[in-house]
């Protein structure tokens, strides 16, 4: 449960962190500048784009009802409803085929979060690889049905939801067929304050649900998603636009091309430094032995003179005998004439025996 597979690439314990670019809305309406956008992402190093499969139609209702409208502290609010924001911001379908053939021509993995039944029936038909949960429809039950029925890996984000909720939502995709399951912590705040991320969770989510974990980041800069990899984070999503100040509705939260590359260059730093459980000393410390203390006469002795506390010394480097002899050496006869700055050896102490 804490390993599956997307497309060729095995996502979870013991491997490389997944990263995937979310394009969004950063399209701009535009399918070439979308295009664009896949090549981008594959330069700065992404495992995967990211897309939204919906229409206004089918995530709200046309309707200017207060229900429907958006609040004066929404980062949206100059779209007023929420029907105008998703008509400006969704991807046309008929674009969805074009896209997933490019990302499989540039050996990019490409897949969706379905908003609908219908979006999952169009993701299936482009043999999606793996289906994302975004987090306003962890409640959506009918929708986390219909994608784990399709048996294929899940990515769950929870940037809205409660355990409680959670809960509910894993038990609902595992009853319904999900077998390979990712839980994303995620905050929906634009942009997420670093107070509010609650990075510790990444770890909880590991063992609590025994699935992969990751993070779904919304803050500004790379401090969350390179803190998520020592969290036992496995995924990273992220927003990626290939300019700041296009006009797209998520151009003040995503990151463009030179800034997720330096954010993969430092997840891939971060998973190197990580490493491993390993108390040997390294390849590159070795050269450093001559730091550790070790035991060397201190002065010159004649063969047979007894060893004295004023002959040898606890010193650096490391290449005489270990300091733990120090007790045994003392008193013994020394078996050969030494100088100030020769190693104490076994060979050179009267019954000092080698283990």
């Not at 969805?96 to 979006?119: K, M, Q, T, W, Y």
């Not at 959670?166 to 390979?180: K, P």
Request: proline residues 4%.
């Amino acid at each position: 449960m804490n390993q599956f597979k997307i497309n060729e690439r095995m996502v979870g314990h013991g491997q490389p962190c997944y990263i995937i670019a979310e394009m969004s809305a950063n399209h701009g309406g535009s399918l070439e500048q979308a295009i664009a956008i896949l090549h981008a992402a594959k330069a700065a190093g992404a495992d995967a784009v990211k897309l939204q499969t919906y229409r206004a139609d089918t995530i709200t209702l046309n309707s200017t009802k207060p229900d429907f409208c958006l609040p004066s502290d929404n980062p949206w609010q100059e779209h007023v409803s929420l029907y105008s924001l998703y008509e400006k911001a969704y991807t046309p379908w008929q674009w969805h085929e074009r896209l997933f053939e490019v990302a499989n021509e540039i050996g990019l993995d490409i897949f969706s979060s379905p908003f609908d039944a219908s979006a999952v029936d169009l993701l299936e038909s482009l043999n999606a690889p793996v289906y994302k949960i975004a987090s306003p429809e962890i409640t959506d039950i009918p929708l986390l049905k219909r994608v784990a029925q399709t048996c294929k890996p899940v990515i769950l984000s929870t940037g809205i939801a409660n355990l409680e909720d959670i809960e509910l939502a894993v038990t609902t995709l595992r009853q319904f067929g999900c077998t390979q399951l990712a839980i994303l912590k995620c905050t929906t705040a634009y942009p997420t304050p670093f107070s509010e991320c609650n990075l510790a969770t990444i770890s909880d989510i590991a063992t609590r649900f025994e699935c992969v974990a990751g993070l779904s980041d919304h803050t500004l800069g790379l401090v969350s998603p390179i803190t998520s990899i020592a969290l036992g984070g496995k995924i990273i999503e992220k927003h990626f636009i290939l300019d700041k100040s296009d006009e797209s509705v998520d151009a003040f939260f995503s990151l463009d091309e030179s800034e997720f590359k330096q954010m993969v260059d430092a997840v891939r730093d971060a998973e190197k430094a990580i490493g491993c459980v390993d108390y040997t000393i390294t390849q590159s410390a070795q050269k450093n032995i001559l730091a550790r203390r070790s035991l060397y006469f201190s002065r010159a002795l004649k063969a047979g003179d007894v060893i004295s506390e004023q002959d040898i010394q606890s010193v650096r480097p490391g290449f005489g005998l270990h300091t733990k002899y120090y007790d045994d050496v003392i008193g013994k006869h020394v078996l050969a004439d030494v100088e100030l700055g020769d190693r104490v050896r076994f060979e050179l102490v009267d019954q000092l025996v080698e283990p």
